[in-house]
T-cell receptor
Framework: SAVISQKPSRDICQRGTSLTIQCQVD?????MFWYRQQPGQSLTLIAT?????????ESGFVIDKFPISRPNLTFSTLTVSNMSPEDSSIYLC???????????FGEGSWLTVV | TQLLEQSPQFLSIQEGENLTVYCNSS?????LQWYRQEPGEGPVLLVT?????EVKKLKRLTFQFGDARKDSSLHITAAQPGDTGLYLC??????????FGPGTRLSVLP
């Protein structure tokens, strides 16, 4: 399985600010995803990060709020823009294994917005 | 929209007891995964099951994929406090997307 590193692991952010989360994978992967996990909840897919093109967003998520970059096959960033307390969540980077039937997760970035 | 249901939602048991967690859907999936997530960390993959009727064992954990590939179970024998966590099932919808269940939050008391 790929080793997935996320930064920051946790942060406390002021309302109205933006934060960029970085995801680094130790090998080239085709599919990278960003998930959100709100307190006590399961995982919700935000978007698929596409290398060299715009991310594919799920219903309820928009590029202006969650801009995503994927400059190469091992790195992606997710920005949470103009944060509000409702954005307090764990944000998880994940990648698909070769063959595509399993996904692996980073350790997550725990954001608290005050 | 494909949905995965998990039961029970919460489970609190004593160390040494056995338990079973269920993951059910009305849809057929190409494969199904089980993850365990501890507080403040990302989900860690436990197993992937692919074939209908498949049974996989991981130490004290036994995973089964239903014959029709719509449901799965996770059985833990002689639970230990280290088994405490959120257990998530996730299904691969034939490469289109991954669907996650709501999770079962397990607490094993010493």
């Amino acid at each position: 399985s790929a080793v997935i590193s996320q930064k920051p692991s946790r942060d406390i952010c002021q309302r109205g600010t933006s934060l960029t989360i970085q995801c680094q994978v130790d090998s080239q992967v085709t599919m990278m995803f960003w998930y959100r996990q709100q307190p006590g909840q399961s995982l919700t897919l935000i978007a698929t990060a596409n290398q060299g093109s715009e991310a594919t967003y799920e219903s309820g998520f928009v590029i202006d709020k969650f801009p995503i970059s994927r400059p190469n096959l091992t790195f992606s960033t997710l920005t949470v823009s103009n944060m509000s307390p409702e954005d307090s969540s764990i944000y998880l980077c994940s990648v698909s294994a070769p063959g595509g039937n399993t996904i692996y997760f980073g350790e997550g970035s725990w954001l608290t917005v005050v | 929209t494909q949905l995965l249901e998990q039961s029970p939602q919460f489970l609190s048991i004593q160390e040494g007891e056995n338990l079973t967690v269920y993951c059910n859907s009305s849809s057929v999936f190409s494969s199904l995964q089980w993850y365990r997530q501890e507080p403040g960390e990302g989900p860690v993959l436990l197993v992937t099951v692919v074939t209908g009727g498949e049974v996989k064992k991981l130490k004290r954990l036994t995973f089964q994929f239903g014959d029709a590939r719509k449901d799965s179970s996770l059985h833990i024998t002689a639970a230990q406090p280290g088994d405490t966590g959120l257990y998530l099932c996730a299904a691969d919808n034939y490469g289109q997307n991954f669907v996650f269940g709501p999770g079962t939050r397990l607490s094993v008391l010493p």
